[in-house]
């Protein structure tokens, strides 16, 4: 049932797209690695390259299988998290030789370094570091009174913090939060200390003071291109065109320019190229209605199918099952289970058997449609009136014909009520897809909260908003085009 359910929604979403023209970029969800991942989009595309964008992923390991098995082509990584998380090393200084000679067998490659170094570092307020004489990391021993916070990921990954504690001696309990909102936390005062990356623009714009390394925890972190060994070598010799572009300094002046002044990744990464000579300046005003025009096609195509396959499969088994109590228990009992997973949760699950995509992401949205379709239609059948039943049976009605004639016409209004349901709780989540590339509205929401910019977040938020409206509308006139009206007026307006 799992392989043919995987084959419908292949099938379903297949489209041309991996042609031999065709490069997939990946990113991980912080505004650095987006405005790296779409300077190496843009390059491509001068070059003469179609790019498929896959930004915004969940996470180093997300990335790194999405890699692994040959659902995207590149993304940059950085040397120390390739050290440490992925190839479980203890390596401070990580050669890209040697990264490549452990790699190798995996069919990947790591290209030349850009040039910067984007270690992890500990950063407060610059007012509460002077006031509390804070330097090294070493002096938060006796600082136990410290609200802090880190990014997700560096609060359970190995060089993060259960080896910086182990290090220092540190015995604070800090919380988890998304990384690109722990910068306004510590603006707002809500948390005093969290980890930051060395080279991001948000130490300017929130004044924060780096705390030194002083035991030298921290192994380097330089950023690298990290490809599939199948790759097109012409793909490859243009993005080594990058190697040694950008020093520390220079990374920081480009995150700047996106945190602080405020620039879109696509500008700041066309600026650029334009600068180092290997691309033009020209802008495309109207980047951002053809990314929400897109963006809104892509959710609209999640949501649909998974809601045609809830329908699909959810209807013909709420009515095999009403007749027969115990199994209608236990089928909404099982639906019912699976709505009691996160959301996220079950994205995450899908990863290792579907990969990551709009496979994926349909099949949790299905699963999550299966619950109102179910109940409501199983529900609708029992609760019709038995002596209208036993009437259609009086009258020599099969049993088809009973659910033809009678049953279902008067469980509609209840059913066309799940699938109501069903659809605008998908229109919802398939936002989250966007944490495993699968595009939709989740985009410009992901990115949003890697900025901390409102006006991105609302991007996503309000036209995902609004096809609730319209779904909503829609199935009210569906409902009056197929239930008799006075049907409609015993339901609960």
Not at 449 to 463: E, F, V
Not at 468 to 486: G, R
Request: charged residues 20%.
């Amino acid at each position: 049932m799992r392989y043919l359910l995987c084959a419908m929604v292949m099938l379903l979403v297949s489209m041309p797209l991996n042609g031999k023209d065709l490069v997939r970029v990946a990113s991980k969800n912080f505004s650095e690695n987006y405005l790296l991942a779409e300077i190496l989009s843009q390059l491509l595309e001068i070059e003469g390259y179609e790019v498929e964008r896959r930004f915004g992923l969940g996470g180093t390991l997300v990335c790194y299988e999405a890699l692994l098995n040959d659902e995207v082509d590149v993304y940059v990584e950085y040397s120390g998290t390739m050290e440490q998380v992925i190839l479980k090393g203890s390596q401070k200084t990580p050669t890209v030789e040697s990264l490549n000679q452990r790699f190798q067998k995996m069919n990947l490659s790591v290209l030349g370094s850009l040039g910067f170094n984007n270690t992890f570092a500990m950063a407060v307020k610059s007012t509460l570091a002077e006031s509390r004489n804070l330097k090294t990391v070493s002096d938060l021993k006796n600082e136990t009174d410290l609200k802090i916070a880190f990014g997700l990921e560096f609060l359970n990954r190995e060089d993060g913090w259960p080896g910086l504690a182990l290090t220092y001696g540190l015995t604070q309990n800090p919380i988890g939060i998304d990384h690109g909102l722990a910068y306004k936390a510590i603006d707002d005062g809500e948390i005093d200390l969290t980890d930051a990356y060395s080279t991001d623009g948000d130490l300017e714009r929130y004044q924060l003071s780096i705390l030194e390394d002083d035991k030298g925890y921290f192994p380097q972190y330089f950023a690298v291109p990290f490809v599939r060994n199948d790759l097109d070598q012409n793909v490859i010799s243009i993005l080594s065109k990058l190697e040694g572009l950008i020093d520390d300094n220079k990374m920081r002046q480009l995150n700047s320019r996106v945190v602080v002044d405020g620039n879109s990744f696509a500008f700041v990464a066309k600026e650029f190229l334009f600068e180092t000579q290997l691309g033009t300046s020209e802008i495309d005003e109207n980047q951002m209605w053809k990314n929400m025009g897109k963006n809104v096609l892509v959710h609209l195509k999640l949501t649909s199918i998974a809601l045609g396959l809830g329908c699909l499969i959810g209807l013909p088994l709420g009515i095999f099952v009403y007749r027969f109590s115990r199994a209608a228990r236990v089928t909404v009992y099982i639906a019912g289970l699976l709505q009691t997973i996160p959301s996220i949760a079950l994205l995450a699950l899908m990863i290792p058997v579907f990969g990551i995509g709009q496979t994926p992401a349909i099949i949790a949205l299905f699963l999550y449609s299966l619950l109102p379709i179910l109940r409501n239609t199983i529900t609708a059948l029992i609760t019709i009136d038995p002596l209208l039943k036993r009437i259609a049976e009086g009258i020599g009605l099969t049993r088809i014909e009973q659910l033809r004639f009678v049953l279902v016409p008067l469980a509609l209004p209840n059913i066309l009520a799940g699938i109501k349901t069903a659809a605008i709780i998908s229109i919802g989540t398939a936002t989250l897809a966007a944490f495993i590339g699968a595009g939709g509205l989740g985009e410009p929401i992901v990115t949003g909260l890697a900025l901390n910019d409102s006006n991105l977040i609302l991007q996503g938020a309000l036209p995902a908003a609004g096809l609730a409206i319209l779904t909503e509308l829609f199935f009210e006139t569906l409902e009056k085009l197929l239930v008799k009206e006075h049907m409609l007026k015993e339901l609960p307006q």
